[in-house]
């Protein structure tokens, strides 16, 4: 029997909620209804009063999971789209994010966020916010790929005592299948290395860790041998695995769904090029999406966001350096 990527997230909250009284769900339709996208399906029926309707005010659904928090609970919040938490953003990067700086008190909120593209979603329902959420201190910022990476990271959110954004990607939700949920995983920080490689290493994370998958494949058919790193977590972010990956390889390209102003394929070119820029054998490079709004056409979607075919395409130009 296989489990999806959205019952991973479903079955770490289920977990999550058994296993310590403190912790409730919060957020817009996730009582009944189930949630936008059924990430809270019947958790309202079995934990009676600990999965909560929310009204449609992300600011005021910030606020009371942080002042939650500060009397002691862990809320897991969830935002129906990743880009209405923009509402929010006040309470989450100037009241949860510098709460332990300020008053000595931690603020553990875990905060999901349905986010990345879908065909047809538009620029309102497909942005990711890694990239803002990891400028701020006092954040940790979760970017799970993979089934496993969902359950175990979750819940590994609920017991940070720190504030956590968790970015679940709606194209994986249903897309993405496992055997079984896991028993062990790597710890928040340590980033993984998803396939090895000799000749180019390619760092990149969430959804696009598939599509750089896909990308490796083509290129082995050419000869060409990839390593593909994900970081699993931007914030902490795993410095020294992707220069232990560039050391062995001699070549970079960061990959990432995010627009690439400020983003985590910047920040990643940065601490290599200033921690091991004497590994490099040719220039890194870092392919985004378009520096526009997400497209709703199907066609221009997949024309604005890098694909396996546009992943492949920058790294042979690396390669060929």
Known sequence: MSI???????????????????????????????????????????????????PIAEDAMAGLAIGAALEGMRPILEMQFADFSTVAFNQIVNQAATMFWRTNISCPITVRLPCGGTAGGGPFHSQTMEAIYAHYPGLVVLTPATVEDAYSMLLEAVAIDDPV?????????????????????????????????RDLTLV???????????????????????????????????????????????RLLCVGEAWPWGGVTAEVITRVVCEGYDLLDAPPQRLNAKDTPVPYHPNLWSAHRPTARSIAAAARKVLQR
């Open 4 to 54: 999806t990527y959205l019952e991973a997230i479903r079955e770490a909250q289920a977990k999550a909620l058994r296993d310590d009284p403190r912790v409730f769900i919060y957020g817009q339709d996730v009582g009944a209804f189930g949630g936008a996208f059924k990430a809270t399906k019947g958790l309202a029926k079995e934990f009676p009063g600990r999965v909560l309707d929310a």
């Open 204 to 250: 990149t994370y969430s959804a696009m860790v598939h599509e750089s998958l896909a990308a490796a494949d083509e290129l082995l058919s050419e000869g060409w041998e990839v390593e593909v790193v994900d970081l699993r977590s931007v914030k902490p972010l795993d410095t020294d695995t992707v220069i232990a990956s560039v050391a062995r390889t001699g």
């Open 165 to 197: 954004i968790f970015c679940e990607h709606k194209f994986l939700y249903y897309h993405l299948k496992a055997d079984s949920l896991p028993t062990e995983a790597l710890p928040v920080g340590k980033a993984r290395i998803a396939r090895v490689g």
